[in-house]
């Protein structure tokens, strides 16, 4: 099992802080997210994804650094293929990149970009996920796509790593075949499900995603979030770890803990690799 913690940040100061600890800690990788703002509270702050991760990517020398996830409702992949080439340098090859649909109306509506229906949605993160995953491996021949077409691409310089690692957000049948078309890993969260729930539709949705795999093995990376605390007690975490691992885990992000679960993070993680 794969430790990763991800931050957002409130400032500088706190994006630092947290990335000595997680490099100190042990975590295999530091991830942030990739929203233009707080969807449920405006005065929350909240930072540009990969300009965090470039400032990480600069002031760490060993832990993976990423995001989870890039948010496909206002980038468009071409800028973000070079972005990531870029950040894989700043790095030193130690760059994951995360691509998923988004889902909050907030980024929809600072954006300017209509809200899409879930069919379209899928549709264009198969082929923007395509689209990423050609630029980073070097062939940029023009693509006449329905939503993402270009021209005249070059991807100069290349990546650091011989395959940037894509890890695409998945539940449902049609985007688990993306993953399995196009990732080297699949990213997955409650949402606003029951742990119970999440836990009966994961073995579902990891069945569907065999199939498409045809025996391909690939990270998969649960991020613990909404029903699933990993911060509820040592033991819990353990639980957790052994439940998760039993149906293909085989990698878990927390959130960094908020004071009040400060005590049992602290205890959690100064056993880390017994978690293993």
Known sequence: MRFGLKVNPAGW??????????????????????????PREAAIPVHDG????????ATT???????????????QPTVLAKAATTL??????????GIGSGVWPTDHGMAGTPVWTARERTDRLAEFVAVVERLLSGDVTDHDGPYYPYTLAAMTPGTVQER?????????????AVVAAH???WVTFPGAATEEEFYAKSIERAKTLDEG????????VLLAYGQIDPWASEDGFGRLVERYEAIGFNELVVYAPKPH??????????????YR
């Open 213 to 220: 795999l045809a025996g391909r093995e690939i990270r998969r």
């Open 50 to 57: 990969p300009t965090v991760i470039a400032g990480w990517a």
């Open 183 to 185: 990732a080297d890993g």
């Open 13 to 38: 100061d706190d994006a630092a802080r947290w990335a000595g600890i997680a490099e100190s800690i042990g975590f295999d990788g530091l991830w942030t997210g990739d929203n233009l703002r707080n």
């Open 61 to 75: 020398s060993r832990i993976r650094v990423g995001l989870l996830i890039a948010n496909m409702v206002f980038r």
């Open 88 to 97: 894989d340098h700043i790095s030193g090859g130690r760059f994951d990149l």
């Open 164 to 176: 940037l690692p894509l890890i695409v957000a998945a539940n449902a049948p049609r985007a688990l």
């Open 261 to 274: 679960e400060q005590a049992v993070f602290d205890k959690v993680t100064a056993k880390l690799d017994t």
